[in-house]
């Protein structure tokens, strides 16, 4: 559990130290001292959207922390044999970085108001995703042909689910950017997109991150 | 500008005003709907799980006498009663109900601010209540694994339920784990983001403290249920071995070799500990605020309690395998979970003595809210003083698997909260409704409610300490246990039968009052927060008129010496705060703040 702890304990001491700050040197009972003189207004300037989405990527880190300790821990019993990766794997994780470029190029280009830059960056992000889930399709297919089954041994069944999450997560994201890229190609102005493509840019940056490290750890393993 | 309120900004947040019967009252977005829509049907769940646990104890104080329920039955019952009550019941009617009712109003917004996700998380909490139900009627019934749903036996033949009924259960948990992520996001965020002008962090109304610090625990601790949902479900259908160990089950080999039970224990305590806290957080918050209310005196060390919050909820996390001491564990590991679990009873203590601290030298209005309240304090109590018993390694292992821990959970996770609930349904009963229910009713429900807890749950210690086993269908006949045991257990029984009999005068009386209550005014309980505010009772649509209301104040100013009324609403601003020497010069509707025509306190009694 220790990957666990230490991931949920950086995410609580986050929570709990900005709530501590706006409740340090208050005198909430001071009702003559108006709100604005006052710390602890909890002000975040940003939308709700994104402290929505912040505090989903936070769920899922709690998701993916516990399948790590339990991976780590099913590991350590005597019937773990590792599976050998796919090297397709690399290519897959090449097409999501480039993926994660481009929907970053789209978020500059939707700060300067490029509206072709935005339509290029759009199709051209969702099609690498598309193309890195097919690609793990073929990866799983490759360990089946080989034998590797998900009843197998707990390797196998934890690459199978670890990568079906990660996948479906992005499946998730992929619905998002099929509503906001519809937006775009049907004329809608690229400073009504600017929020969806803010967000879609953070959530694919995370998914990256969360893929490096899952493949990461079943590499070394 | 400093300061800008979600209210000021541009794009004040969009409503969709409903329009036909169905948008209204069935796929409505608006939170209060939603909410009144989560609680019912937690309720009705929390009755069918009353239900059951009346079977349980018919056959645990009558055994023989009841051909109908055979020991696959009473282990269905069990396992249900617990899951349901923990999860379906509390975890939806604190956050789902009253989360969505009271967020909104009390930090002084329009409604959540993603009122479609609001909306989609009740309906897939309802098609997991669905799914949990259905598993009674699928061929070999409901799982009776325990609601720990401990592997390998909860999936291994010869448990009831072990082939559709635990997938059905875990689908549900999967489902409820969903919806309560969407209701989660949106608590969080309108916390953060919608308060209105003025509110503070450190204005906010404790209930709203609990609420918020309960959330971000459910948040990060149900992916733990729901990661081993997806394994145990794996295991079950796809023949994976993360759980399974190599075992014979009925004379032959199962496929499964090497899986890790305990592994299970892990990922499901980790997500049971911090669950203990996701109900008591509310509660402890609710109370707060009916204590502080109808004591008429500010609660005693907001700040701290504040904190205790926050500490209550980051230890949460480090105490989980206190549950797992008769799993067998390192000695080392087993004082560290000892003592962070006798740690986390510091905060707790803390606002225990503060509740106490809030009654001392308060005006105290015995209002039906506030018996529940200061009931609440007693059963906390009694029930947190087991809890420092059984967090000890070494009181704990003879002490598991008895009565006590049966008695000792009840105590504290489920009369404690549940008491709450009952409060807090009767104090904003007024404000849902508009209408007050009926007094001596509300009264008779709680004494026999808070005696019978006694009567039911004070045997049960004395029973775990004669070592009186839990999860047994029958005792039979054993040395041990005196025949006084056996005759506590009718006494248990026939409590328990008239406590949940009472349960049926709280829903005559919240029904019946509906239509026939008296007209309870918008601030029948003279009380400060927001929601007592709002221009119409029961609030509209949109919660506030055309402007939002702007908070001047904590939401504690009760009793304020050299002012007219003892009560001053959050957003009364300094100015218009009536004085105690004005009110002879004075017409008496200067207070315009609520508290139009109410020359009666709630019992009859004269306002201040």
């Known amino acids: ?221 | 500008m400093a300061y800008v309120a979600i209210a000021d900004r541009d794009h004040e947040q969009e409503l969709h005003d409903p329009t036909t019967f169905i948008t209204k009252y069935i796929w409505s977005q608006d939170h209060k709907v939603i909410a009144i829509q989560y609680s019912i049907t937690a309720m009705f769940v929390g009755l069918v799980a009353l239900g059951l646990s009346a079977m349980m104890r018919l056959q645990l104080g009558f055994p023989d006498s009841f051909s109908f329920i055979t020991p696959t039955d009473y282990y269905q019952f069990i396992t249900m009663h617990g899951m349901i009550m923990v999860i379906f019941l509390l975890t939806a009617l604190f956050l789902g109900g009253f989360g969505n009712y009271l967020i909104p109003l009390m930090i002084g917004s329009r409604d959540m601010v993603f009122p479609y996700m609001n909306m989609m998380s009740y309906w897939v909490y309802l098609v997991s209540v669905i799914v949990l139900l259905a598993s009674f009627f699928v061929p070999g019934g409901a799982t009776g694994a325990g609601w720990t749903l401990y592997p390998p036996q909860a999936i291994l033949p010869g448990t009831p339920g072990s082939e559709l009924g635990i997938l059905l259960m875990l689908v549900a948990l999967a489902l409820f784990i969903v919806a309560f992520t969407m209701g989660g996001l949106n608590y969080v965020t309108t916390i953060l983001q919608a308060r209105t002008r003025g509110m503070t962090l450190m204005r906010m109304p404790l209930s709203l403290w609990g609420i918020f610090m309960a959330t971000i625990l459910g948040l990060l601790a149900f992916p733990a249920l729901f990661v081993s949902a997806v394994m145990m479900t794996l295991d079950k259908v796809a023949g994976t071995s993360f759980f399974m160990p190599a075992i014979l089950s009925m004379g032959e080999t199962m496929d499964h070799e090497g899986g890790s039970p305990i592994l299970f224990q892990h990922l499901f305590w980790f997500f049971g500990h911090p669950e203990v806290y996701i109900v008591a957080l509310p509660a402890f918050g609710l109370v707060s605020d009916l204590l502080s209310t109808h004591a008429r005196k500010a609660i005693f060390g907001y700040r701290m309690m504040v904190w205790a919050i926050l500490a209550i909820g980051g230890l949460s996390f480090i105490v989980w395998a206190h549950h797992m001491y008769v799993s067998g564990m390192n000695p080392y590991f087993g004082f560290f979970f000892a003592t962070t679990t006798l740690i986390i009873a510091v905060p707790t203590a803390i606002k225990v003595y503060n509740w106490v601290l809030t009654l001392w030298q308060g005006n105290i209005r015995m209002t039906v809210p506030m018996l529940f309240a200061i009931g609440f304090i007693f059963t906390f109590t009694h029930g947190g003083l087991t809890g420092i018993f059984l967090g000890n390694v070494v009181v704990d292992l003879p002490l598991s698997d008895t009565y006590f821990v049966v008695a000792h959970f009840h105590m504290v996770m489920g009369v404690s909260p549940i008491l709450v609930v009952f409060g807090s349904i009767y104090h904003w009963y007024p404000k849902i409704t508009g209408k007050m229910f009926n007094q001596t009713l509300g009264k008779l429900h709680f004494w026999i409610t808070f005696l019978g807890t006694y009567a039911i749950y004070l045997p049960m210690h004395y029973l775990g300490f004669l070592g009186v086993p839990r999860r047994y269908y029958a005792m039979g006949d054993t040395e041990f246990m005196p025949e006084s045991a056996f005759t506590l257990n009718q006494g248990i029984t026939i409590s328990a039968l008239i406590v949940g009999a009472a349960q049926f005068i709280f829903l005559y009386n919240i029904i019946v009052s509906l239509k026939k209550g008296k007209d309870a005014g918008s601030n029948p309980w003279e009380a400060t927060t927001l929601e007592w505010q709002t221009p119409d009772t029961p609030p509209k649509h949109g919660n506030w008129g055309p402007e939002l209301p702007v908070v001047h104040r904590w939401a504690y100013d009760y009793s304020v010496p050299g002012c007219r009324d003892d009560f001053i609403p959050q957003n009364m601003a300094p100015d218009d705060v009536p004085m105690a020497a004005d009110s002879v010069s004075q017409s008496p509707d200067v207070g315009t703040h609520g508290s139009e025509g109410e020359t009666d306190g709630p019992d009859g009694e004269p306002v201040a």
């Not at chain 1, 102005?189 to 990256?208: A, I, K």
Request: net charge positive; proline share 4%; glycine share 10%.
């Open chain 1, 1 to 221: 559990m220790t990957i666990t702890l230490v991931l949920l304990g950086i995410i609580m001491a986050t929570v709990i130290g900005w709530l501590l700050r706006q409740t340090l040197n208050t005198e909430p009972w001071d009702a003559l001292d108006p709100a604005e003189n006052q710390p602890g207004r909890g002000v975040i300037t940003a939308p709700p959207s994104k402290i929505g989405l912040m505090t989903f990527i936070a769920v899922v880190t709690s998701l993916f922390a516990l399948f790590l300790s339990a991976y780590m821990m099913r590991m350590q019993l005597g019937d773990w044999r590792p599976l050998p990766e796919p090297d397709l794997l690399w290519l897959n994780t090449a097409v999501l970085v480039l993926a994660s470029f481009a929907f970053q190029m789209t978020r500059r280009a939707v700060t300067r108001g490029q509206l072709q830059t935005v339509k290029t960056g759009l199709i051209a992000g969702g099609v690498c995703t598309a193309l890195f889930l097919i690609g793990q399709l073929v990866a799983w297919q490759q360990l089946g042909a080989t034998g590797y089954f998900i009843t197998g041994n707990p390797a196998n069944a934890f690459f199978y689910l670890l990568t079906a999450l990660h996948g479906l997560h992005l499946l998730g994201g992929m619905w998002v950017w099929g509503r906001t890229t519809t937006r775009v190609l049907k004329g809608a102005d690229v400073e009504s997109v600017r929020l969806s493509v803010e967000l879609c840019t953070v959530y694919w940056h995370y998914l990256l991150l969360v893929w490096i490290g899952l493949f990461g750890l079943l590499l070394s393993t």
